[in-house]
């Protein structure tokens, strides 16, 4: 595909608002249609497969829905936000660190899945010039971007030393929301959502509340959308526990599998909106 520089009327509007804007655009690809609303993904290169799956099932939740993945296109949350936008059928927006040329391309390990964003209807944005090779100081720049693009802006994982932190807190600068999904006390790369939470962030457990932040209203919907059938061996034994309401630790004593394998299922029963938590103890919902 062609990378062309845009012109000024063809940005974002969003882009337009912010401080310390862009001289100049390049896209590959496409932008999603006006009206979409743009969900900007952040977190950690080192991503958790707790952080996966939570990743995966909050923007899957998205699908059918006039909402746009962007995210910086790195490894780690990064790539599996883009993913899981594609396999539901969701535009994507990847911002690199670096021009969009082929030979320049950041990451280099991600050059062959730019291809297939491109090929399924995403697009790639940069302010580089196409031949522009990635510099430490572009990532912090590009993160301006991915934040001015947004309408909210979701933290997955970040550590207590992670570059996340300072993009979450340009939501707060350029008056987006801050969305997080909460994690075990005491894991490292619960640092950054915790905070902010405790800061006044959003708690996000199921797309339903990203939907409310980018004042979407949802569907009509008649059941759960997943059945038992389709749920992974732990998920189904703790569903099939709850036939009457039990708390976390005799789910825990109950169970065969290990304690953070059953708190990883915990956490997405309750995403796909399967199970519920009321007064200490876990219900089917």
Not at 7 to 36: D, F, M, N, Y
Not at 39 to 51: C, E, I, N, P
Not at 192 to 199: A, D, T
């Amino acid at each position: 595909m062609t990378i062309r520089e845009l012109a000024s009327e063809e940005w974002p509007s969003q882009l337009r608002e912010i401080p310390q804007q862009p001289k100049k655009l390049w896209l590959e690809g496409t932008l999603p249609p006006a009206g979409t609303r743009f969900l900007t993904v952040v977190g950690s290169r080192a991503m958790t497969r707790y952080g996966e799956e939570a990743c995966q099932r909050l923007v899957s939740g998205l699908a059918g829905y006039p909402v746009s993945i962007v995210s910086g296109l790195a490894l780690g949350v990064d790539t599996c936000a883009h993913k899981a936008a594609l396999a539901v059928g969701l535009h994507t927006l990847a911002v690199p660190g670096s021009g969009l040329g082929e030979s320049v391309l950041y990451p280099r390990s991600n050059r062959a899945f730019a291809k297939e964003i491109l090929e399924k209807g995403g697009g790639l944005l940069s302010e580089y010039p196409p031949d522009t090779a990635s510099r430490i100081h572009f990532f912090p720049e590009r993160n301006r971007l991915m934040v001015g693009l947004a309408d909210a802006v979701l933290v997955i994982e970040a550590g207590e030393k992670s570059g996340t932190l300072i993009t979450a807190r340009l939501a707060a600068d350029y008056n987006r929301e801050l969305l997080c999904i909460p994690h075990r006390i005491g894991d490292s790369h619960a640092f950054g959502p915790h905070l902010f939470i405790r800061l006044g962030a959003t708690l996000v457990t199921e797309p339903l509340h990203i939907l409310e932040a980018l004042k979407i209203a949802p569907r009509e919907t008649s059941s759960h959308s997943v059945s038992p059938a389709d749920l992974e061996e732990t998920e189904l034994s703790i569903w099939q526990a709850l036939d009457e309401p039990k708390t976390r630790d005799e789910i825990l004593r109950a169970g065969s599998a290990g304690a953070g394998d059953i708190l990883t299922a915990l956490v997405s029963l309750e995403i796909r909106g399967l199970i519920r938590e009321e007064f200490g103890a876990w219900h089917r919902a």
